[in-house]
């Protein structure tokens, strides 16, 4: 029964490292995507009065570039959520073994 408390454990550890490097690789592309709205920002800025050609070109630019890196935000931290949901499988099966651990012991001990 040990070795299978051990085996949802290393689950558990495996998933743990899935979910933090998909995790981080979402809150990389979210700050990058932070920083495509302060550029598109200041593009706006520089429009409120009469934008030139240039600067409305840059606008649409940067506009859709702030759109394609928060779609890809939302790519990143849907595969990390989708990690996190292991996570808790992992929680349930981990408990579920020592349940059954427990319940074992009980039954040769009393």
Known sequence: MSEKIEREARKLEVRL???????????????????????????????????TSKEFEEFLKLRLEAIQSFSNVLEKMSKAEHEKSHLLESYGALISVLE??????LKKNT
């Open 17 to 51: 490292k899935e979910f933090l490097e998909q995790e981080k690789v979402g809150v990389e592309a979210l700050k990058e995507c932070i920083k495509k709205f302060f550029k598109l920002s200041e593009v706006i800025k520089k429009m409120e009065s009469k934008p």
């Open 100 to 105: 059954e651990h427990f319940q074992q012991y």
